[in-house]
Structure formats: C-alpha cells, structure tokens
C-alpha cells in the first residue's frame, strides 16, 4: 500500500467507513428515468466526436438533473449517503458541477439563461450557508446549509473542498460576462463569497503552515497541514490569489514543498515523476487541480507541470498494460486507477493500492494528457462494457471484473472531471476561463509560476 501523508490517510479511512454503509444499498435517484433507463439501448457505431459528446451530456446529467432541488448544489453520490439521507451535498463535487453547467452553456446542452439562474440560486444559497472564517465545510445539508459533519472533529470549514469550489466559481464569474441581471448578479455575490474567504486564517498564524480544517467546536485538532505532491496544489495557488486574505509565497515553499512525497525525480517505465508518490499515486492527483488551473507550459521551481501529469498518467497506464498482479480486463483497452468506490467500500487505487479495480474516471479525465490511450479505454467502457456499466449519469464509479463486481453508484467528485476534462481536450475551455482570472493571474505569479497564459501586465 503506497506510503501516503496522514491526512490523505484519515480522509480515505472515513470514506471508506462511510462507503461500506452505503455500498449495496438501493439507489435513490429523484429522475423517475432512473427506474427504466436501458444500457442496452445506448446509440451504437457512433464517431469519435459523437462518443466524447455523448459521454459528456449523459454525465452532466447527475449535475442537472440530479443535483439538489433546494440548494442546487452536486448531491455527494447517486446511493442514500451515509445514513444521512438524501440531503448531503458536497462542497468540492459542486465545483467541479459549476464548470460543467460552464461546458453545458456553451454546448448549449442548456440555455445560457437557464444555467445562469440555477448557478445564481446555488451562490445565493451558499452565501447563507455554514462557513467558518469564510471557509465552507466538506458537507452541507443541500435543504438548510447547515454543517454535515464530515468526521466527529471534521465539522468546520475544508480548506481544500473550498479550492474546488472556488475553482469553479472564478471560471462562472469569468464566463458568465454578459450586461444582464442575472449575470451581474451573479459575478457580484461570487464576488462577495471569494472576498470574504479567509485563506490566512488557516495558517494560524504562522507564515511556515498551511492547515486543511478548522473548527469552532475543535479548532485545529485535526492538525493537517497541507503538504504536497498531491491533489492540493489548487489551494495553494488560489489561496495565494485571494484578493483580502491571502497566504504568502514562504507558506508555499516552506509547507507545500516540504514533505517526504514531494519530490521524486525517479523513471518508472522509462518515464521521469518529477514530484510525487511513487509510480504517481492515484490519478485524481493529475485531475482536481487541473480542471482550471492549465498545466500547459506550467511551470515553477520544482517542476514543468505538463510532464508531470502527462507521465503520471502514462506510468498509470503502463502499468495496467503490465498488469503485475494478474487482474482480470487490465489491458491497453482497460486501465485507470484513482480513489473510487470498489467491491468492498472505498478506496484509493494506484499502483502501490491495487487490488484490480478499474475507475473509468481515471482514463477519461486523462483525456488531455493521453489522448488516445484514453480513448482506447472509451471506446471499452462504452462498447464492450456499457451493459454493465452505462447509466443515465454516464458511467458508473468502478468496476472489478476479478470479482465480477460492477459498481451501480456514482460520485460527484469522478462525475465532473470527466466532463470538464474532456472539454479542456477538446477546446480548453474551462482552462482558458479560469487562467484569465486577474486574481488567478497574480497569485501564479506570486508563487513564481510561468506559464503563457499569464499577462504580462498583472501585477503581483
């Protein structure tokens, strides 16, 4: 099992808990179509083109049509979540719906109007919502937006569910440009939750520290600090970007890029990691900080960010094509290991964590990074696979077929990058959005982050 840090540990030991409870329940879905939907009957044959579309609208579905009807925020999985009911909404996962709802508006898979509105209610009811220093927790009650706790101490604000939300936030406030009201309003109350965000308060005091929680029940008993490689690179940078209350570079240097799975500089495959766990570690780590943030000749200090996540995902691919410990369906045609749901509650599959579980996520938000290894996995999911695994949500969250176990649920935060990271594949869209923010723009530079799509007028 890959060495991981002690806070990827702890939130992993809790969804997995949380999963064993509601694995194998009866799903309750509110889309009645739910009842009669026939992966038998999905259009055959198609192109290219017309797959990754396909594949893109049938997702956004789960943000649409399945999101919360009171908050309209993403629903934490499609299953009854962890005794909690059907109210769960999930911090993070709405982010990534946000940019979705972005590619679903320019696709015109829903009328521009008609996605701003639901976006306008959704930060209306957010701007009502538990914070904590202006920082959202994990979970939210989607009827009352109040605290779900995600942990007996986890009942504060999630610096790093924050960053994804914020992430898919600062993109709608760069999309949604028209003179209209409901598009003014809109950028202004996005305004006004991004201003208020009290980044620096997570480093309690300290210019050295970058904490994930803080509760006003338990304060800083969670003791996280956020150090990388991993999924958290995002938080830093848009904490770093924030207009009031922002971290400074030190943090970055003296926490993120101190820890023992940070630098890596070893071949796997004939390929270089240059950060990171060993063999990459699950490939969300490729994926959350990169629905926005473009690692297209990103670069800084300690790595070319594009190389990073293209290897990561190809010794990710390598090494299902090896397939060393014999799993039934690896192949070239069927790789793509991450944290996901499996056949015995949750879990964060790499190549140190396998234990033969495929996550369809994994290969299809690599889509910018391996184009046609990915669409080799596609064209499997879809074509061979779809009688198991195609839904009215797209695919579903995994499957092990040494167990013959075929997952019926989906989660929020496997759900959205798929979408979004095929749009960056096929347009960079969401990357474009999210690069021209001005705020974005200096807390890249800040950080002594290079890349083309910074202005070289923004200041720091």
């Keep these: ?91 993070g996962g709405t982010g990534f719906g946000i940019m979705a709802m972005i590619v679903a508006a320019e696709r015109g898979w829903q009328p521009r109007d008609s996605v701003s509105a639901r976006l306008l209610k959704m930060v209306k009811f957010l701007s009502k919502a538990d914070h904590y220093h202006g920082i959202f927790p994990h979970w939210l009650n989607g009827a009352t937006g109040k605290i779900v706790p995600f942990g007996r101490k986890d009942d504060g604000g999630d610096l790093v569910e924050s960053s994804f939300l914020f992430q898919g936030l600062l993109a709608a406030r760069q999309y949604f440009d028209k003179d209209t009201q409901v598009e003014k309003d809109l950028r202004n109350r996005i305004q006004w939750i991004w201003d208020e965000a009290e980044w620096d308060w997570y480093t309690r005091g300290n210019p050295n520290q970058l904490y994930w929680h803080w509760s006003p029940n338990n304060g800083w008993a969670m003791n996280f600090e956020l150090r990388g490689y991993n999924e958290t690179l995002i938080t830093y940078i848009l904490a770093a970007s924030s207009p009031r209350y922002p971290i400074t570079a030190q943090v970055y240097n003296k926490c993120w890029a101190q820890s023992d799975h940070f630098k890596n500089g070893k071949e796997y495959y004939g390929l270089k990691l240059p950060l990171g766990f060993e063999f990459g570690g699950p490939l969300f780590f490729a994926h959350y900080s990169f629905l926005g943030l473009d690692p297209r000749q990103l670069k800084d200090q300690y790595a070319d960010y594009w190389e990073q996540n293209v290897n990561h995902s190809m010794i990710n691919y390598k090494y299902c094509v090896a397939n060393p410990g014999k799993f039934k369906g690896y192949g070239e045609n069927s790789w793509g290991l991450t944290a996901s749901d499996t056949y015995d509650g949750y879990n964060a599959h790499s190549p140190t964590n396998d234990f033969g579980t495929i996550t369809p996520t994994a290969a299809l938000s690599s889509f910018p990074y391996t184009p046609e290894q990915s669409m080799k996995a596609l064209r499997h999911f879809y074509d061979d696979l779809g009688d198991k695994i195609w839904s009215e949500y797209g695919f579903t969250d995994a499957f092990n077929e040494s167990q013959n176990w075929y997952a019926k649920s989906h989660l929020a935060i496997d759900q959205g990058p798929i979408i979004v990271m095929i749009e960056n594949y096929r347009t960079g869209l969401i990357w474009k959005l999210f690069m021209k923010d001005p705020d974005v723009q200096k807390g890249l530079k800040k950080l002594g982050f290079e890349s083309p799509a910074i202005s070289l007028t923004s200041k720091n």
């Excluded at 509110?30 to 049938?58: C, G, H, M, W, Y």
């Excluded at 579905?61 to 999985?77: D, I, L, T």
């Design 1 to 91: 099992m890959m060495k991981i840090s002690f806070y990827c540990f702890f939130w992993l030991f809790l969804l997995l808990i949380n999963a064993n409870q509601s694995i194998g329940q009866k799903k309750k879905s509110a889309n009645k179509q739910a009842i009669t939907f026939n992966p038998a009957d999905r259009p055959k044959n198609l192109s290219d083109t017309a797959l990754l579309e396909l594949v893109q609208k049938q997702t956004f579905r789960y943000f649409w049509e399945f999101a919360h009807p009171v908050s309209a925020m993403a629903r934490e999985r499609s299953n009854i979540a962890y005794d909690y009911g059907a109210e769960v909404v999930t911090t």
